[in-house]
């Protein structure tokens, strides 16, 4: 009962072309990424469980919602550091767990490098931020991870989703639900997303990229 959501809204396409452009400039890389962001999140969060409250307006009483269910970020590093600070403006109340990953280059598998979550305390909702999503290995890493850290409920948001990370986490995790702004269709030999955008890591931190 896997959810895929590809997220179709207008900015979404404007912004994808900015971040497409291999011209653009590492600042407006970071600001279109954090457009991305806002758009893919706020899509993710629609169905979030809200509790009534009673408030006191300067008016009046007035019944209003908020949060039930405490959500935690999880950037993955580097590349997810990018959408912590939008996603923070949607949901300033949330914890962010970082988790470092690298892909090996060779093998284009995930290497773990960083990890300190606590035994116990883990959100309801975790909201796992990474622009890029290619083979899906990275993906499937962490999954494994905030599972055995006692997650209710897992949401993976990215920017660019490439359809064979997509086909692995939908078949592996049929409880995680997917956020996208946009499917590739494919990967190159090196398991980079085409067409793609490059290594987003390195485009957000404007550090050198192998050719
Ligand atoms: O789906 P996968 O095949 O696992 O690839 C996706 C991962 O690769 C990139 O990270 P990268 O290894 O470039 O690290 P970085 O963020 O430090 O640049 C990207 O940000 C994802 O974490
Ligand atoms: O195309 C890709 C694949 C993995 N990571 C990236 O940053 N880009
Ligand atoms: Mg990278």
């Known amino acids: 009962m896997s959810e895929l959501h590809e997220i179709e809204h207008p900015l979404i396409e404007h912004h994808l072309c900015t971040v497409r452009d291999k011209s653009t400039r590492p600042s407006e890389f970071r600001a279109a990424i954090g457009r991305l962001s806002v758009l893919v999140g706020v899509y993710a969060t629609e169905d979030l469980a809200t509790r009534t409250c009673k408030?006191?307006?300067?008016?009046?009483?007035?019944?209003?919602?908020?949060?039930?269910?405490?959500?935690?970020?999880?950037?993955?590093?580097?590349?997810?550091?990018?959408?912590?600070?939008?996603?923070?403006?949607?949901?300033?109340?949330?914890a962010v767990w970082h988790l470092g990953l690298y892909r090996n280059e060779e093998t284009a598998e995930p290497v773990g490098y960083y990890d300190k979550l606590p035994h116990s305390g883990a959100p309801n909702v975790a909201l796992v931020l990474d622009p890029m999503l290619?083979?899906?290995?990275?993906?499937?890493?962490?999954?494994?991870?905030?599972?055995?850290?006692?997650?209710?409920?897992?949401?993976?948001?990215s920017i660019i989703a490439a359809r064979p990370g997509i086909e692995r986490v939908l078949r592996d995790f049929p409880q995680v639900k997917l956020y996208v702004a946009v499917v590739d269709p494919e990967l190159n030999e090196q398991a980079f997303i085409v067409p793609g955008l490059g290594d987003a890591g390195d485009r957000i931190f404007d550090t050198p990229q192998n050719e």
Do not use: H, K, N, Y
């Not at 209003?64 to 935690?72: H, K, M, N, P, Q």
């Not at 890493?141 to 949401?155: F, K, N, P, Q």
């Open 134 to 157: 290619a083979t899906g290995g990275s993906v499937d890493l962490v999954i494994r991870r905030l599972l055995s850290w006692g997650v209710d409920e897992i949401r993976i948001l």
């Open 55 to 94: 408030i006191q307006t300067p008016i009046t009483d007035a019944d209003c919602e908020t949060l039930a269910v405490r959500v935690g970020l999880v950037p993955i590093l580097r590349a997810g550091l990018g959408m912590v600070e939008p996603l923070q403006q949607l949901l300033p109340d949330s």
